[in-house]
């Protein structure tokens, strides 16, 4: 049974969560010890269709990624689900859609749609009455209180700090179950969203290389106050960057002999992903 990733936020002591986009990725964040994932809507973008983070994914697609993952991981799985893609009732739809799936929580944003990545120049958001539906929406249409909503304000680099800080105060009054203030510009902003939330709800700090937002350790981060830390997109970005590395001197040298000191061969790849274990369970039915 997937742990109680309400109850784990319960406790005094921040939950990193690094970013994944697939089983694969998902397995091997769980072996590596971390005790919940996060589903970066950005990255699925990056990986399944080769695009990027404006809306182009929808939310059958989020779907069926999630579930492939919560099949194969047994550790908490937050997902993005961006805005709900849609209105209130695209949100109810979608939340259910989420939960059947697996998703321990689902974080949704305040952006128009169609949306685009939170550290992207161009932003625009909804009226705060119409997030607050949608938010309402989302919290009646979870099956169970384990399934927790998060709401994220993408509002200040919209309409400033004091609107940023009084749109999370509406979503708070909603009764959800953590806060997100997207892109906080400086440690000083960190610090204030900390000063004045922490204390009453888990706040969410989202970590993305060259983004808007300072970059710190989850410990460093913790003590400031936040509960979650994720690193969203910098599982696809790692993996960016060693396939590239890898095609060009497969291209240049026509063989993957250079590159067998920093990648798997056949048998070590099968004894990461499970096979003679999967092998094993087979044989007991034949």
């Not at 009453?200 to 983004?211: D, F, H, K, S």
Request: hydrophobic share 45%; glycine share 8%; net charge neutral.
């Amino acid at each position: 049974m997937t742990p109680s990733l309400r109850l784990r936020l319960q406790q005094d002591r921040v939950l990193l969560a690094p970013g994944i986009y697939d089983a694969f990725t998902a397995l091997i964040a769980e072996q590596s010890g971390f005790k919940a994932l996060y589903l970066s809507g950005a990255s699925i973008a990056y990986t399944r269709l080769g695009r990027s983070d404006i809306g182009l994914t929808t939310a059958t697609e989020v779907a069926d990624t999630l579930a492939r993952i919560t099949e194969r991981v047994s550790v908490p799985v937050i997902v993005d689900a961006d805005t709900g893609f849609g209105n209130a009732l695209n949100t109810m739809r979608t939340v259910r859609a989420f939960e059947r799936a697996g998703a321990a929580m689902l974080q949704l944003e305040d952006q128009t749609f169609p949306k685009r990545c939170g550290h992207l120049d161009g932003k625009t958001v909804v009226p705060v009455a119409e997030m607050c539906g949608k938010l309402r929406a989302a919290l009646d249409a979870r099956q169970s209180e384990q399934t927790l909503v998060l709401a994220r304000t993408d509002a200040l680099a919209v309409e400033g700090w004091e609107a940023t800080m009084e749109r999370a105060e509406a979503y708070l009054a909603c009764g959800v179950d953590a806060l997100f203030i997207e892109a906080l510009r400086s440690p000083q902003q960190m610090e204030q969203a900390c000063a004045r939330f922490a204390g009453r709800i888990p706040l969410l700090a989202n970590m993305v290389e060259g983004g808007k937002t300072p970059i710190y350790s989850a410990a460093e981060l913790g003590a400031k106050g936040f509960r979650i830390v994720i690193f969203p997109g910098g599982t696809a970005r790692a993996a960016g960057f060693a396939l590239q590395k890898y095609y060009a001197s497969l291209h240049q040298h026509q063989t993957t002999a250079p590159m067998q000191g920093a990648m798997f061969d056949f048998d070590q790849l099968n004894a990461l992903i499970g096979t003679p274990e999967l092998l094993a369970l087979g044989q007991r039915y034949e």
